[in-house]
């Protein structure tokens, strides 16, 4: 499609009206009033129509936010809200969301990527992602569950060695995607924020025995205010929603492990 036809433009033809008067040269006769109101009625039509349009593109964007009013959930918008989402990032995770609706949707959204990443599995990292990301009572209890959750018998079954190192020639690949967020909950103290994600996880290599796979999953996030910033205080996780699996071609390992090392992640904001 062209520029031309995006914008609703004619192409191809010229339209040329001839003057409204006797072809054999005698006075122009006068229009009919039928064509002005015509034309008038066409001008009215066009005016509700753009209003209309306008009025639709508008919304409200105090019912996005339900620290504003009280009303049904609805999908939140997908176009950025013009609220800086992020101030400053520590060890690469990013920090200081607004104190509203949509910043801890935010928070959430970027926590709930940190979570589901590879440096989760190695335990120099994770003590400080748990520094990081939760709130200060809970990190003690949480650094000591998430130890016996990734333990070497866990690390060992998924191809990794006890610091969550994959084997020379392989590539451990853990990269989550969120699609969207719903805030269920909120105060000016706590909130609750659902994530719905997709994301590939397994071990890029020849004769891996964990390839990777990809996943849908929606995690659930409760966060308090603490210290100028939106912080876990605890988080659940569950499978899908998950759409009907395509018929993509999977990718060679190696091809995996490239676009591992080649693209970057992303920092994500409501």
Not at 64 to 87: F, H, I, L, M, W
Not at 109 to 120: F, K
Not at 163 to 190: C, E, F, I, Q, W
């Amino acid at each position: 499609m062209s520029p031309e036809d995006e914008q609703g433009y004619e192409t191809g033809q010229t339209r040329t009206r001839l003057p409204g008067g006797d072809p054999y040269g005698g006075a122009p006769r006068r229009p009919g009033r039928t064509s002005s109101r015509s034309l008038v009625t066409v001008v009215g039509v066009v005016v509700l129509l753009i209003a209309a349009i306008a009025f639709a593109n508008r919304g409200d964007s105090s019912a996005d936010d339900p620290t504003q009013k009280n009303t049904a959930p609805r999908p939140a918008p997908t176009a950025a809200s013009g609220t800086r989402p992020v101030e400053t990032q520590g060890d690469g995770i990013p920090s200081g969301f607004a104190h509203n609706g949509q910043g801890v949707q935010s928070a959430a959204a970027n926590y709930a990527v940190v979570l589901v990443s590879a440096d989760i599995l190695k335990p120099v990292s994770r003590s400080e992602i748990v520094k990081q990301v939760f709130v200060a009572g809970q990190q003690a209890a949480l650094t000591d569950r998430f130890n016996k959750a990734y333990d070497k018998q866990f690390l060992s079954g998924i191809g990794l060695d006890a610091n969550g190192n994959a084997p020379a020639g392989h590539t451990y690949v853990s990269r989550t995607a969120p699609l969207g967020t719903k805030l269920t909950a909120y105060s000016d103290s706590t909130a609750t924020v659902e994530v719905w994600c997709t994301g590939v996880f397994g071990t890029a290599g020849a004769d891996s025995t964990n390839p990777v796979t990809s996943d849908w999953f929606t995690m659930t996030l409760q966060l308090r205010w603490e210290g100028g910033d939106w912080k876990i205080d605890s988080f659940s996780q569950k499978d899908g929603p998950a759409p009907v699996p395509g018929d993509d071609k999977a990718s060679s390992a190696d091809q995996m492990a490239k676009a591992v090392e080649e693209y970057g992640g992303f920092t994500y904001a409501r």
